[in-house]
């Protein structure tokens, strides 16, 4: 709960030394009353403050003790809540005299120089300040309660003086010793505060033990004369009281809390002072902190009163946070917790009564005034896990008492069953209708009555008075209309009855552990029962809109995962292209140096195109950029990594078209096959069409060669460029050249979409014809033994599609492959290139590209493996019929009119690669290395060119 700082106002009385230069003091004026203080600002104003204490110059040692009830910051403590009582004002207004209460003396150190001693006296207890009180006190409480046998108390003191800016260890003599040294660090530590480092901490077991560190610690305070103080603090000191606590019976229940005593160093004018030398050095860095001091108080308070008003007028707005300069200076530092932080704190305000010291004393109840608008949290300092066992065992004890209602609920809706509920909804509708019905009889049964005795009562009138001419007042008007009370009653016990029956019958089917429930008892549990199923139903839309949320978040990442990992492989490539090149140029750099021939490698620059700079010959060489007096474009080694790296980028991309074109090309072949199979049309017919897709095949292979070349630039230049390391620079002409070379060829879809259309018309017809698909090859022996006999031991005579064909082609066909199969690769792919397929393989060609050269190879694949082909080879004579449309799909004409149609280029890239199995692909990488190694031997060697024109057999 947040606490404001207390403070308190003393006023000092006046000194000796002020009462004989005649100091008058007229302009304070204590009220005890109202406890506020006036100054007098002018002749005619005065300035009144409120403060929590205001003690005027009667007051005793023992008054300021009591009447800020520092006994209670004391218990505070032992509880274990951090507190700081510190001593603020000018020089000379009573602060020291306050915190400690001992006179000093003049005495002569070991140096023969003059120093100021305090005469410590424990036993005069009357002039005692507020620390030895306070200790004295704290040992008395703490005795208290150890008494009570509950808890081991132990009490540590540390204190230290900042001198300079420099912090001191006033109980440690050695680091005292170092009087113009470092002084001790300041630590920020991870509970969010200033630590001391290396500040030593004493046990104290006893008060006198204390009490011998107070001593030691105030004897070795700096202390100085000026003319406003013969015993003046020339430094700020904190004593830091340390008490921790242990529960006897749960030893992990550790309590630790710190008292500050404080004596600040008061604030002074030089002027006043008259400090000359080391004394004004240490006025100005007095003057320093307490400036600091005075903004972080400025800042609190100013931060203190914002909140309050947002808080006044409800307002939700975040309050502004202000930038307290805690860490300019090591007094507010060390101060952080006390002020505006999670201590109890008291300020103790001292004044000067002197008129001379109106403006010091002004801007000491200014600043009083604003400290106690600071509100500090104080919180216990526990052990971070006594007190999360606290907070859990308490959500236990909730959590405990939600279940219980919970099952009670689940208990009294179980017994609501759907039929009850229908039952008791019946019910409750008759009563309120039987209620109406019996409502409306008692009102027409009284109107009744009325008219009825109305009548008799006229009737007799008539009868006594004879006719009266006066007109009958209307009965409807009369409001209420009387009911007879024997009849409004009977009705009205029966409907209670009724109802109370139906409530009883209703009560005692719900009775809940044998005991009867109250009608009204029911209603509050549904409505109760319904808000607790509302509710559950509401935290679980909360909870699944939650998880969406995270589904997506997470979906996004993986995305954004995706990317980086992308990137990072591009980093990477660049990364290793640039070792390389750094490891080259490091090679050509010693061989440089060991051999450097100007005149060569300028020649050898001017035919690669590399600049090389005449001035600063081959130092520059190693520069990221440099300028050319040759009048080219200047490049940097990270533009040429970035040009090696595009390259290399589009050198793979022209590799995949290659490998594309291949496949089409490929496909066409495997296309003019099934055309071929049947001998129908006729053999001119066949020819003509196996012409136009040469002649598209034809396109593709200009291609194939223009990127053939292409890559050979390439690799010319990138050698080049490689080269060009040597000098670290490359003309840009050659670059762009370069560039302009590797650019892919346009795609040329206009054959490959006609071979596409094609296979799809193909299929489709064969589709239509078949009716269906499911008329699957299911001879598994038989494709098995395909896919594993490859060239020879396969028994065609005896499969099924040998019985497509006249026995001539048959026995052509079995030659065929049999001497192909005998022979080399190429003259094997010819022969069956032209031979009809008989669907037990299909020969492809695929181009490759491997390091800077493309080269052609062979792949052998089962035509098995691609299942609109084997359907069509098993079925050929059904096929048959529809040859002549099959055709005429090969012309331009017809596929344009389709195309649009049948434009589905990924699906035909991928088939082939999907359909290899991991036979073929072992072949194909064998291939590979063959060529390669072919390749090297024979560098100038032209790629293979893919078949322009197939010639049939002539027999056939
Ligand atoms: N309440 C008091 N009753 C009697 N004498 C007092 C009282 N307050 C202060 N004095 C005397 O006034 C003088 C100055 O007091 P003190 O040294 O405590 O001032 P200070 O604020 O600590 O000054 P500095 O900031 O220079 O250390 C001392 O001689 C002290 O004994």
């Known amino acids: 709960m947040p606490t404001r700082i207390g403070v308190a106002i003393r006023v000092r009385p006046l000194l000796e030394s002020e009462k004989q230069k005649n100091l008058t003091c007229t302009k304070l004026q204590v009220k005890h009353s109202s406890k506020s203080i006036q100054i007098q600002l002018d002749d005619r104003t005065t300035k009144s403050f409120k403060f929590d204490q205001v003690l005027d110059e009667q007051c005793s040692q023992n008054d300021l003790y009591e009447k800020n009830s520092i006994d209670q910051l004391i218990q505070k403590v032992i509880e274990g809540y951090h507190s700081t009582i510190f001593a603020y004002g000018q020089t000379g207004s009573g602060k020291t005299f306050s915190m400690e209460g001992f006179d000093y003396e003049m005495a002569t150190d070991s140096n023969k120089k003059q120093v100021l001693k305090p005469v410590i006296n424990y036993e005069n207890s009357e002039q005692q300040g507020i620390i030895p009180r306070t200790i004295h006190k704290l040992f008395e409480k703490i005795q208290i309660a150890h008494n009570k046998n509950e808890r081991i108390y132990k009490v540590y003191i540390s204190y230290l003086q900042i001198y300079n800016e420099k912090i001191y260890d006033l109980l440690n003599t050695d680091q005292l010793k170092k009087n113009d040294g470092p002084g001790l660090k300041l630590r920020w530590n991870k509970k969010d505060q200033f630590q001391v480092e290396n500040l030593l901490l004493f046990e104290c077991s006893n008060l006198q033990e204390a009490y011998d560190m107070l001593s030691k610690g105030i004897k070795n305070k700096i202390m100085a004369s000026h003319k406003l103080n013969a015993q003046s603090s020339r430094s700020h000191c904190i004593l830091t009281i340390k ?230 007042k209307d009965m409807s008007d009369e409001t209420p209309k009387k009911v007879k009370p024997d009849e409004n009653s009977a009705n009205q016990s029966q409907l209670q009855s009724s109802v109370k029956k139906s409530l009883n019958k209703m009560s005692s089917e719900l009775s809940i552990d044998g005991g009867l429930m109250s009608s009204d008892m029911i209603i509050r549990r549904l409505v109760e029962s319904a808000n607790m199923v509302r509710d559950l139903l509401q935290s679980n839309i909360n909870m699944r809109e939650m998880i969406e949320k995270l589904t997506k978040n997470n979906e996004q990442t993986e995305n954004e995962l995706n990317i980086l990992q992308m990137e990072n492989s591009d980093l990477r490539e660049k990364i290793e292209i640039m070792e390389n090149i750094l490891s080259k140029d490091i090679q050509n750099e010693k061989e440089l140096k060991n051999k450097f021939d100007y005149k060569k490698v300028l020649e050898e620059s001017e035919t690669n195109n590399i600049v090389a700079d005449e001035t600063n010959g081959f130092q520059k060489a190693n520069t990221k950029t440099f300028t050319s007096d040759f009048g080219f474009q200047t490049i940097t080694r990270q533009e040429i990594v970035n040009e090696i790296h595009q390259l290399r980028k589009e050198k793979k991309h022209l590799s995949q078209r290659l490998k594309s074109l291949e496949l089409e090309n490929n496909e066409l072949h495997t296309r003019l096959n099934p055309n071929a199979l049947y001998g129908e049309p006729t053999r001119m017919h066949l020819n003509q069409t196996l012409d136009l897709i040469a002649s598209s095949s034809s396109t593709q292979n200009q291609q194939v060669n223009s990127a053939y070349l292409k890559t050979q630039n390439f690799k010319s230049a990138s050698a080049k460029l490689k080269k060009s390391q040597l000098g670290s620079r490359v003309s840009a002409k050659t670059s762009m050249k370069a560039k302009e070379e590797f650019s892919p060829p346009p795609q040329n879809t206009q054959p490959y979409n006609s071979f596409v259309t094609t ?198």
């Open 759 to 956: 296979q799809q018309q193909f299929s489709t017809l064969y589709q239509q014809k078949m009716g269906s698909s499911n008329n699957e090859f299911n001879n598994t022996m038989y494709y098995n033994n395909l896919k594993g006999q490859k060239h020879t031991s396969y028994n065609y005579e005896q499969s099924p599609e040998s019985q497509a064909f006249p026995s001539q082609l048959r026995q052509q066909l079995l030659q065929t492959r049999t001497s192909s199969s005998q022979k080399n690769d190429n003259s094997f792919t010819q022969a069956n290139a032209r031979l009809p397929s008989t669907g037990y393989r299909n020969t492809q060609n695929s181009s490759y590209n491997a390091g800077d050269c493309s080269f052609i190879e062979r792949q052998e694949n089962y035509a098995f493996d691609q299942p609109q082909y084997s359907n069509f080879a098993r079925n050929t004579p059904q096929f048959n019929q529809n040859n002549n449309n099959m055709y005429e799909s090969t012309s331009p004409g017809w596929s344009n009119n389709n195309q649009a149609k049948y434009q589905n280029k990924a699906m035909i890239q991928t088939q082939y690669p999907s359909n290899l199995g991991s036979n073929n692909q072992n072949f194909l990488n064998q291939q590979k290395q063959k060529n390669l190694r072919a390749l090297s031997q024979n560098s100038s060697k032209r790629p293979p060119v893919f078949r322009q024109h197939v010639n049939l057999p002539k027999n056939f």
């Open 243 to 472: 008490v921790d606590s242990i529960s006897r019976l749960d030893p992990d229940n550790l309590i630790s809390a710190k008292l500050h005593l404080v004596d600040l160093a008061g604030s002074e004018r030089q002027s006043q002072t008259g400090t000359e030398g080391q004394n004004f050095k240490e006025c100005i860095e007095i003057n320093k902190s307490l400036f600091t001091l005075r903004q972080v108080i400025s800042a609190l308070a100013d931060q203190s009163m914002q909140s309050q008003e947002e808080t006044q007028q409800s307002n939700n707005n975040a309050v502004k946070q202000f930038h307290v300069p805690y860490r300019d200076s090591k007094l507010t530092s060390l101060l952080k917790q006390s002020i505006g932080g999670n201590s109890y704190c008291l300020m103790i305000a001292c004044l000067s009564p002197c008129d001379c010291y109106y403006e010091e004393n002004l801007s000491t109840l200014n600043y009083a005034t604003k400290a106690s608008q600071i509100s500090n949290e104080p919180v216990k300092n526990e052990d971070p896990k006594n007190r999360l066992i606290a907070e859990l065992k308490a959500k236990v004890e909730e959590l405990t008492k939600d279940l219980a209602r919970a099952n009670e609920h689940i208990a009294f809706l179980s017994k609501f069953s759907t039929e009850n509920i229908n039952k008791y909804g019946t019910d409750i509708l008759k009563m309120q209708r039987n209620k109406q019905t019996s409502i409306q009889q008692i009102q027409e049964e009284t109107l009744k009555a009325e008219e009825q005795s109305q009548t008799k009562t006229s009737s007799k009138d008539k009868e006594a008075k004879g006719q009266d001419e006066t007109p009958k």
